[in-house]
């Protein structure tokens, strides 16, 4: 199963922002309760009555959605968690199965989010400040904001001793990459995943830092990647269309777009890591 990645967390949350900002909630439903992180059920759907949507925003793989009443709710879609909006039996059902719906809002105007998730390792929270979710204080910067220039990553680079790929799956370090965007970027910009972070110049720094910027903008453009496990649906149920645009994962034993070679898969850290052994050399 792929983890939903910053192109697919955005996707929803520009969707979201479209979609339900304004809306008040008349009704919560929460069908599996171990979803919720904080707080108890019992105060979650308390605090819930009657709240008013007001913005959408994303930290890294979090959806961050902020109420009237100054609090937020927080979404992490785990490994397969996704959030239909409008909730519509007839039109969804072909897409997802409603056994899944383990969250779901009911807004005065009749129409429902729900949280769908078949694996169950999605979490829900309710806070007053996003840094109260352990996984988001310790988030790294984020990768399409302006404040992150070729400069800042040069000097974030240095005296990194980790390998490349394993030093930009660190959340802490760049938020928001997993393994599908690593694997691209890395290869667009001819670099092999295990040489050292260390070794690389200041030229090599700029054209991986481009191709961050490039890759997670265009997924972002043609929302998101819905890959083999096709886990991932945008909030109309709909797949991602970026797998069709993805040179090297996946890619096994096809040919290089590039060199015309054959690429190959190694193991790192556990994750498949996809390769041209021509482009990519160590």
Request: charged letters at 30%.
């Amino acid at each position: 199963m792929i983890m939903p990645e910053l192109p697919e967390v955005e996707t929803i949350k520009k969707d979201l922002q479209k979609k339900i900002k304004g809306k008040k909630i008349k009704d919560v439903v929460v069908n599996v309760d171990k979803i919720l992180e904080k707080p108890s059920l019992k105060e979650f759907i308390a605090k819930m009555d009657s709240r008013v949507i007001k913005e959408i925003s994303r930290r890294g793989k979090y959806i961050v959605i902020n109420l009237d009443s100054k609090e937020k709710l927080i979404i992490h879609l785990g490994m397969t968690g996704i959030l239909i909006y409008p909730y519509d039996r007839k039109f969804v059902e072909n897409k997802i199965n409603p056994k899944h719906n383990h969250l779901i809002f009911t807004f005065t105007d009749d129409t429902q989010l729900v949280f769908n998730d078949v694996r169950r390792f999605g979490k829900v929270y309710l806070v007053s400040n996003i840094n109260e979710v352990e996984g988001i204080a310790k988030l790294g910067i984020e990768p399409l904001d302006e404040n992150f220039t070729p400069e800042v990553f040069i000097r974030m680079m240095r005296k990194k001793k980790n390998k490349i790929k394993s030093l930009l799956m660190k959340q802490e370090f760049i938020t928001g990459l997993g393994n599908i965007y690593v694997n691209e970027v890395l290869y667009r910009a001819n670099m092999h995943p295990l040489r050292a972070a260390s070794s690389l110049t200041e030229e090599e720094i700029g054209k991986l830092f481009r191709e961050i910027k490039f890759v997670l903008s265009e997924a972002v453009e043609f929302r998101g990647s819905t890959v083999a496990d096709e886990a991932y649906r945008d909030t109309d149920g709909e797949k991602g269309k970026f797998a069709e645009k993805l040179q090297v994962y996946a890619r096994k034993g096809k040919l290089c777009v590039k060199c015309g070679s054959i690429l190959e898969v190694i193991k790192i850290e556990g994750r498949s890591t996809f390769i041209c052994p021509q482009c990519q050399k160590l």
